[in-house]
């Protein structure tokens, strides 16, 4: 049954409703019914997040109904994120395309990059040539550009379909001529080009959780998650072929999910730095070129 009033806060009430009962899983952007119920709201009568509380009383269109109503009942037949139904990703500010192509954008690298790294990069100026490997919707490519803005951007990804998302972002930018996408499997079309800073998001679900994955992670494409047995097959192939990619004041930061006692096993002569974000100090990892061994 649908709301009996028509202004936004009736619909949102009812949204969040339906999503509790439909025992939907969060994480592409929201981690709970009500806010995921708010952001399509707020999208279908365009009005930013923030203004959540000065929207409540709007009166929606009878079109503006149908189309939530519509998406409430896509959500929940078809278990697909609702940042894919909106076509819509947000990183703080930055807004990006994604589709069923794409992971939704989530990365905690984002917000490292949001302060330059700081104070791991003292001065942002320096970074010239920078990757991002393994780009999917081009997110981290393009914040790399915005916030190192001398700097020379490659972001890499196998997958000729993410790289037509990241396409389609990095030209909604206006940074075609700045960032560079380079079809790749990791760092076998680079050759032997060096970057003041390379970061990555690569696929780190181990095989246990991939088989436990809600729905809504489900309909991610599993090339863009799937990280091995115990998570860290790509990871292994980075720290391999790291050191020869970066320059001599090189950083290599990479995000691992929650991989990281199983990283300090296999490898317990690195010494990692792991960076603080909002999900805690065990996600994302940093590495200076000097603390890379030659061959591992």
């Not at 009568?45 to 503006?64: C, I, S």
Request: proline share 5%; with cysteine.
């Amino acid at each position: 049954m649908q709301p009996r009033g028509s202004t936004l806060g009736d619909w949102l009430r009812y949204a969040e409703q339906r999503f509790r009962r439909a025992r939907l899983a969060f994480g592409h952007g929201t981690d709970n019914a009500y806010d995921e119920a708010a952001w399509l709201l707020l999208h279908v009568v365009k009005r930013p997040y923030d203004d959540l509380a000065g929207a409540l009383p709007l009166a929606l269109t009878a079109p503006q109904r149908r189309r939530v109503l519509a998406l409430i009942e896509k959500r929940i037949a078809t278990r697909k994120p609702l940042a894919h139904l909106l076509h819509e990703a947000w990183l703080g500010e930055h807004r990006f395309y994604v589709d069923e192509r794409v992971i939704v954008p989530r990365s905690h690298i984002a917000e490292l990059l949001h302060a330059g790294l700081a104070p791991w990069i003292e001065r942002p100026s320096r970074v010239r040539h920078a990757l991002d490997m393994c780009t999917g919707s081009g997110c981290l490519g393009v914040l790399l550009a915005l916030s190192f803005g001398k700097a020379k951007v490659d972001a890499v990804d196998v997958s000729a379909s993410a790289l037509a998302v990241a396409r389609r972002n990095v030209k909604d930018y206006g940074l075609q001529r700045r960032v560079r996408l380079v079809r790749s499997d990791m760092f076998a079309e680079l050759d032997d080009f060096r970057y003041d800073l390379i970061v990555a998001n690569p696929p780190y679900v181990d095989a246990q959780a991939m088989a436990r994955l809600p729905a809504e992670y489900q309909r991610e494409p599993r090339l863009a998650l799937a990280g091995g047995r115990d998570g860290l097959a790509f990871v292994r192939r980075i720290l391999a072929d790291a050191r020869r990619h970066l320059s001599p004041r090189g950083v290599l930061v990479v995000e691992i999910g929650n991989n990281r006692k199983a990283l300090e096993r296999a490898y317990p002569a690195l010494p990692f730095t792991w960076l603080e974000t909002s999900a805690g100090g065990d996600h994302v990892f940093l590495l200076t070129r000097g603390q890379l061994p030659a061959a591992l």
